[in-house]
C-alpha cells in the first residue's frame, strides 16, 4: 500500500507563512507528479501547485509569487512554502501523488487525509 501523510497546517495571522510538508510511504517504484489541492468550505477542491519527477512546477494564478512548491525526491516528499498568506487562503490543503507501485505497471494517483490552514485576518 501507499500513504501521504501531510504535516505543517496550523492557524497564521495574516501576511504570515507556513510549509506545509507531505511524505509518501509504503511499496513505491516511482513517483511521477507531486502537488497540492486545497478545499475551502462550501467550495470545490482547486488545484494549488504541482511539481514533476525533475522539478518543473505549476502554480494557481491566486497563489503565484507567495507559495513555492519543491520536492525531495531521495525522501518521497513534497512542500508548500507559503507566505504572505491572506484569509482566503484558508482551507484543507491536501498532497497528491502519481505513484508507481513496486510489481505494478500502471501508476495511480494518491491523496493525503488534508491538513487545515487557517489564515485570520
Known amino acids: 500500500q501507499v500513504q501521504l501523510v501531510e504535516s505543517g497546517g496550523g492557524l497564521v495571522q495574516a501576511g504570515g507563512s507556513l510549509r506545509l510538508s507531505c511524505v509518501a510511504s509504503?511499496?513505491?517504484?516511482?513517483?511521477?507528479?507531486m502537488g497540492w489541492y486545497r478545499q475551502a468550505p462550501g467550495k470545490q477542491r482547486d488545484l494549488v501547485a504541482t511539481?514533476?519527477?525533475?522539478?518543473?512546477?505549476n502554480y494557481a494564478d491566486s497563489v503565484k509569487g507567495r507559495f513555492t512548491i519543491s520536492r525531495d525526491n531521495a525522501e518521497n516528499t513534497v512542500y508548500l512554502q507559503m507566505t504572505s498568506l491572506k484569509s482566503e487562503d484558508t482551507a484543507v490543503y491536501y498532497c497528491?501523488?502519481?505513484?508507481?507501485?513496486?510489481?505494478?505497471?500502471?501508476?495511480?494517483?494518491?491523496r493525503g487525509q488534508g491538513t487545515q490552514v487557517t489564515v485570520s485576518s
Open positions: 511539481v514533476t519527477s525533475g522539478g518543473s512546477t
Open positions: 509504503g511499496s513505491i517504484f516511482k513517483i511521477n507528479d
Open positions: 497528491h501523488a502519481n505513484i508507481q507501485r513496486i510489481g505494478f505497471i500502471t501508476a495511480l494517483n494518491y
